[in-house]
């Protein structure tokens, strides 16, 4: 009875041995396994961590060059471009445009030949007009910077620019770039016939309701003008 219960005993040990063994290769296999994993993890992150620098490195630089670039461009001094950098980073935070972008508008305000000061006044009806159109950024500041020009405004009248523009596209067959195309020719002529921003713009929106494209309706606007105006 001993001796059966005995090699029953052996039995049972080396079963377990047996499972001991097992268990402790399988559990060698599961270290392999998450340390290949972690392993991973981490390259992966340091990888994602290096590309996310090297972005941001990147955003950066372009940002540093757009802005050092509407310095140089308007001549402003070492007050005035910390003005425009930190009028740039706002305009980032608090419109649907990146810095770097509202830094690349303030270029054609710069270039349009405003100043500093100016720039800063100008810059965030332009960006706030390109965002209620739906626009491209580059568009709405030459627009802006053109209109100021032919109607002899001043940057603080960026704003009302913004709003008449923005009513003319809500209430118009005007798009962005046959508004901008129509003022090309319809604002000079306004403007030398003393009509006002708002009178001008209503004008060539009656001709673009009538199914004229942008350039016809300014055109339109001109030789209607032209038409009734005294001879000298």
Known sequence: ELGLKDANFG???KEAERGVKQLQNAGAKMGQVLEKSVVRGFQAATVAAAAFGAATLKVGAEF???????????GATEAEFASLENRARQLGSTTLFSATEAAAGMQDLARAGLSANEIMAAAGPALLLAGSAGADMGQATK???ATLAQFGLHASDAGRISDVFSTALRKSLFDMESLTEAMKYAGTVGAGFGYSLEQTTAAVAQFRNLGLEGSMAGTNFRM???SIARPT
Do not use: H, N, P
């Open 224 to 226: 209607a003008m032209s």
């Open 11 to 13: 039995k049972g040990m």
């Open 64 to 74: 540093e060059q757009a802005i050092t670039q509407v310095g140089a461009i308007a």
């Open 143 to 145: 627009l802006t910077a």
